[in-house]
Nanobody, 121 residues
Framework: QVQLVESGGGLVQAGGSLGLSCAAS????????MGWYRQAPGKQRELVAT???????EYADSVMGRFTISRDNAKNTVYLQMSSLKPEDTAVYYC???????????????WGQGTQVTVSS
């Protein structure tokens, strides 16, 4: 059994900052890429940022320069630091990880339960 548990999120004014974290737990052998996605009301889920095990990152153009993704491999945790937040960043944010379970030989994608981020104007 593997779980991704997110924390952080909440309500913040435009221009403010907020941090999210997501910890993976359970029978984990290894974790490859980790990432954050978001889904606004009436829209499709979209990629926000990803990070490889070695720390290489990619960002959506809409968050480049404002959001920073990082991870702690020893803690199986990925973080998203968000700054200069805009009302259009309002969405449910989901973490995502490519995980190989103990005694398994295939990598599967796991998702967190989602956490609401609301940016007021």
């Amino acid at each position: 059994q593997v779980q991704l548990v997110e924390s952080g999120g909440g309500l913040v004014q435009a221009g403010g900052s907020l941090g999210l974290s997501c910890a993976a737990s359970g029978s984990i052998s290894s974790i490859n890429d980790m990432g954050w996605y978001r889904q606004a009301p009436g829209k499709q889920r979209e990629l926000v940022a990803t990070i490889t095990y070695g720390g290489s990152t990619e960002y959506a153009d809409s968050v480049m320069g404002r959001f920073t993704i990082s991870r702690d491999n020893a803690k199986n945790t990925v973080y998203l630091q968000m700054s200069s937040l805009k009302p259009e960043d309002t969405a449910v944010y989901y973490c995502n990880a490519q995980i190989m379970r103990t005694f398994h030989f295939a990598v599967r994608t796991y998702w967190g339960q989602g956490t609401q981020v609301t940016v007021s104007s």
